[in-house]
């Protein structure tokens, strides 16, 4: 398998995981598993982020990668400080 | 590309799968967070480690530790406050689930869901 074809397959995985991800999202059943759901949902972002970085061989989609992965802790968190104390679903 | 950077990218993305094959099919919000938190920062650091490979200058590789690094140490807190959010909104556990050591040690835990 050549490299550039393990690069599409890694994609096309990354790809099926995010639908995955707005199926838990979707449907719930609260707000404590959207918030989960939202947190993978940006580690992915930040895993599609390296693989296009290798894909387009463009370093600068790394710095794309630490920006969300810095946005997807702080939203998580205040997601879930929101969720704790009591806001609606 | 490198063949260890495309097979580290692969490897990255199948546990990042993983993870969201978790999220869907495990059955609280408990165990959901423990796959997403665990096999999806494992996936995102071995993607990222494929990029650094990849590229294999200093600055990239730099800069992909630093990203690993700050996952590292952010995921756990992440997940440690979904549960917390989760447990004081009393999300339903598992009904196979053998042990809830805070059943009754909870004050801040809301009595109407």
């Given amino acids: 398998m050549s490299p550039a074809a393990l690069a599409a397959a890694a994609l096309a ?6 639908l995955l991800v707005l199926v838990r999202l979707v449907r719930g059943p609260d707000l404590a598993n959207r918030v ?3 947190d993978l949902l940006s580690i992915l972002g930040v895993g599609i982020a390296s693989a296009a970085a290798v894909v387009s061989g463009d370093a ?8 969300l992965a810095l946005i997807a802790f702080v939203s998580t968190v205040a997601f879930a400080r929101y969720a704790e104390q009591g806001g609606d679903e | 590309m490198s063949l260890l950077a495309g097979a ?21 919000v ?15 650091s071995l993607a990222l480690l494929g990029a650094a490979v990849h590229f294999g200058s200093a600055a990239v590789a730099g800069r992909a530790v630093v990203i690993v690094a700050f996952l590292f140490l952010t995921a756990p807190v992440a997940a440690h406050a979904i549960g917390r959010a989760g447990y004081r909104r009393k ?10 050591e805070l059943a009754d040690a909870d004050p801040g835990r809301k009595e109407s869901a």
């Fill in chain 1, 13 to 18: 995985l990354l790809g099926a995981s995010v």
């Fill in chain 1, 36 to 38: 989960v759901a939202l």
């Fill in chain 2, 30 to 44: 408990y165990t959901r967070m423990s796959a997403s938190s665990k096999a999806a920062t494992l996936g995102a």
């Fill in chain 2, 91 to 100: 999300s339903p556990l598992w009904r196979g689930t053998i042990a809830d």
């Fill in chain 2, 8 to 28: 580290l990218l692969l490897l990255g993305a199948v546990f990042m799968t993983l993870g969201a094959a978790g999220l869907v099919r495990l059955p609280d």
């Fill in chain 1, 60 to 67: 600068v989609y790394l710095d794309v990668a630490l920006i």
